[in-house]
């Protein structure tokens, strides 16, 4: 056969789907917003490369720490610029204090001009939060007149909440415990340099792509296949005017070709509305401007050349088993039963290709990413395959009932290919889910672990600055709205003047305090106590004899350079106490003394960090406190403790999945509902039909409910069982023992079900107006 028969055969059936009137239109037009659906999700695919370097380089563009690099000296082309990042309820808030040194200092990327002192630059979106009414308390602590806003080329994502704000004196602020530095530019190489990643985040990353794009490549198949029946109606008249079996596949497969070309088309028309889009939408607190999302040249070719081939190769292997003959076509006939050897040897193939990288990653060495994508994907295939042969065989066994009942069954046993190909993708997408819930779950004590701070007695710290006013702080925070209990714990060590290398830890707190790291006998202001039982502690012993002079660093050794040493003696009234865990999880040892033991020279000399018990009753008790710790210092920010910390390219991936399951089951939905209306339409004169003879809506309308519960339930029992397989053959690969996370199965298996119950609800208003008598009329 030659290439130009192929190029005939195939224009004309384009030509029929183009000019076939408004059959031909409505047919092709479901088509192509089938396909199209799907190629915009791979387009968005191709993005993604490229939308993650482009959020690197600019956060590496705006990179002004220096990383131990040499300290700047004082120029006119330097910058001094500190830390003042926050957080407001969940959001990150990126805050930078800045002052310019001279003339020449360099510039923020997005910002045109310094802000003065008392004035701040801010991200668009975060000036849209501080115009609304949620943002009020936020506004209470950024007291900074808004002088601007900061382009694009400063910000990471279009919702990124970030801003700069004027300072004065910020030198002295970088002697303190703030984070920040004197720098020259903008900008660190160091950011481009990375670890190796972990085998087995490796592996994630594999399966969560092949996982979010199989079934993409299910609809996109499926949807190419729309108006099947009637297309095998005009494919009998073909045959009646002379057309040879073959030559009649190929007009079909130009049909299918056109409606995917158009789908192409609408799928660009799709990525280019979601990539404008994308500058309004926050998904898991991560956000792209358009300009990010540009596909790879080579990867968009791909996706262009790839359809239309898949269209034309899934129309001729569809239509390999059908018998077109001028009078009909043999498959309204009770069609030969599908064999089940092959459909096997997929997913067996899949396990084959997975087997030898069983027990590998981390120190037992990489995987081969060739044969888990092949693996994975065969598997997930063996899905698409085996569910035609299990609708099958389970609607041929099922028994009679009420009329809507045996109404759906009779037409799932007449075409129970069409009802397998529309669940096929869902049934992949919880199958691939459900393995990736698994191993999620089985690796997730790897990189995430309870943290060792006590989220029960306390949740947020801060650190008071030194030569600060403790007690003024503590009272601010303690009158803070949400504040139940304030910890204050000041620390300073003390040595043996003798022996330099002997020093004891000197807690100095009021008793309440002090009973949050001790057991006290029991106590009152002016007491002091050896703390007894601290692995970290092996000099108080003899440092905490009564009668011992204990001595503050010599003045080299310290930031105060002009002042001398302050002794202090142990007094002889020194009582002993057992250590306990503080709620930071460390156990103290040395002297334990309240404040009316202490001489006040030498209190000046000690750290103060305070544990705030919060009531969690009040709203925005969090926010009210990072507020009084603005108001105090805008570059100290309190600590947030959570009981679970995680690994962050972990919980990378793991909103990465998120994101793409979101934007997947968005997809499902929508070509679910593409696929059941265009069989409705197909059926419009049926439905008609029997109204006229006298059936009930209801009657109708529990029938379409049946014929997409049998098969969706039939698909739903098939992805567990194959995602409980592929899900134990990674853990197995990981070295991880199997378990079944029976919660996450169920969890993806109803939202499986709970996307299908909502499309087929949809479904019914159209399917209300097919019902109508005139529906039988014919033209």
């Known amino acids: 056969m030659s290439v130009g028969q192929w190029s005939r055969d195939l224009a004309m059936g384009a030509r029929f789907a183009l000019a076939g009137g408004r059959e031909g239109w409505t047919r092709s037009l479901l088509t192509a917003v089938g396909v199209g659906l799907g190629v915009a999700l791979l387009l968005l695919t191709a993005a993604i490369p490229s939308a993650l370097a482009e959020r690197d380089r600019r956060e590496e563009a705006r990179s002004d720490h220096t990383f131990g690099q040499q300290e700047i000296p004082k120029a006119d082309d330097t910058l001094v610029v500190v830390d003042a990042d926050t957080t407001f309820r969940d959001l990150d808030v990126r805050g930078r204090l800045v002052e310019p040194e001279g003339p020449r200092a360099p510039l923020p990327p997005g910002v045109a001009e310094f802000p003065a002192a008392g004035e701040m630059v801010v991200s668009p979106a975060l000036k849209e939060l501080l115009a609304s009414g949620d943002g009020k308390l936020l506004r209470d602590r950024l007291d900074y007149r808004i002088a601007g806003t900061i382009g694009e080329q400063g910000l990471v994502g279009s919702q990124e909440l970030a801003y700069f704000a004027g300072g004065k004196g910020l030198e002295k602020v970088l002697e303190g415990p703030a984070s920040g530095a004197r720098i020259d530019s903008f900008g660190n190489d160091d950011l481009g340099s990375s670890d190796a990643w972990d085998p087995v985040l490796l592996l994630l990353v594999l399966v969560v792509f092949v996982v979010l794009l199989m079934p993409v490549a299910v609809f996109i198949a499926a949807a190419v296949r729309f108006g099947g029946e009637r297309r095998d109606r005009r494919l009998a008249a073909l045959r009646l005017v002379g057309s040879d079996s073959r030559m009649t596949r190929r007009i079909a497969a130009g ?16 990525f280019l509305l979601g990539r404008e889009l994308a500058a309004s939408a926050e998904v898991f607190h991560v956000s792209v401007f358009p300009s990010y999302l540009n596909p790879s040249p080579v990867l968009a070719v791909l996706v262009a050349l790839a359809v239309p081939a898949a269209a034309v190769l899934v129309t001729i292997l569809a239509l390999r088993g059908v018998v077109i003959e001028p009078l009909g076509v043999v498959r309204t006939a009770k069609p030969a039963r599908r064999r089940l050897w092959w459909r096997l040897l997929l997913p067996l193939g899949g396990i084959a290709l997975l ?4 027990g590998q990653g981390n120190d037992d060495g990489t995987f081969n990413q060739y044969l888990v994508v092949g693996g994975v994907l065969l598997l997930l295939v063996g899905v698409t395959a085996l569910l035609p042969w299990v609708v099958e065989t389970v609607v041929a066994r099922l028994g009679s009932g009420g009329v809507a009942w045996q109404l759906a069954v009779r037409r799932l046993q007449l075409s129970s290919g069409a009802a397998a190909r529309m669940v096929n993708g869902i049934a992949v997408a919880v199958a691939g889910a459900i393995a990736l819930q698994m191993l999620f779950a089985g690796v997730e004590g790897n990189y995430t672990r309870a943290s060792e701070y006590d989220v029960s007695r306390a949740q947020m710290s801060v650190d008071v600055p030194d030569g600060a006013d403790a007690s003024a702080i503590i009272g601010k925070y303690r009158d803070t709205e949400g504040v139940r209990k304030v910890t204050a714990l000041s620390d300073v060590y003390l040595f043996d003047r003798g022996t330099e290398d002997s020093s004891v830890q000197i807690t100095l707190a009021d008793c309440a305090s002090l009973r949050e790291v001790a057991t006290l006998p029991s106590c009152r202001d002016g007491d002091v106590f050896a703390a007894k039982g601290s692995e970290y ?11 011992t002079t204990l001595w503050t660093p010599e003045p080299e050794d310290t930031a105060r350079s002009g002042e001398r040493p302050v002794s202090w003696t142990v007094p002889q009234d020194i009582r002993q106490a057992q250590s306990r865990q503080d709620p930071t999880g460390y156990e103290r040892g040395g002297i334990l003394v309240t404040p009316g033991a202490l001489p006040e020279k030498l209190a000046a000399f000690t750290s103060a960090r305070l544990f705030l018990s919060l009531d969690l009753s009040v709203p925005d008790a969090y926010d009210r406190v990072r507020n009084t710790a603005a108001r105090l210092d805008p570059a100290v920010q309190p600590m947030t403790w959570h009981s679970i910390e995680s690994n962050d390219r972990y919980a990378t991936i793991r909103t990465g999945l998120s994101v793409g399951s979101a934007c997947v089951l968005a997809l499902i939905g929508a070509s679910l509902l593409v696929s059941q209306l265009e069989q409705l339409r197909e059926r419009r004169k ?22 997409t519960a049998i098969p969706i339930g039939l698909g739903l029992l098939l992805a567990a069982t194959v995602g409980i397989a592929l899900g134990a053959v990674l853990l197995r690969m990981t070295d991880t023992a199997v378990r079944v996370d029976w919660p996450s199965v169920l969890s993806m298996t109803g939202i499986g079900a709970g996307v299908v119950l909502v499309v087929t609800l949809l479904s019914l208003p159209p399917l209300l107006r097919l019902m109508r008598p005139d529906g039988l009329r014919t033209e």
């Open 537 to 547: 502690d092996s000099e108080s012993d003899h440092l905490a004899k009564p009668g």
């Open 686 to 707: 049926l439905l008609s039909s029997l109204v006229a003879f006298g059936t009930r809506r209801r009657t109708l309308g529990l029938s379409v409910l049946w014929q």
């Open 255 to 270: 049909e299918a070709l056109a409606g995917s070309v158009l789908g192409l088309v609408l799928g660009t028309g799709f």
């Open 355 to 358: 087997y030898p990288m069983i």
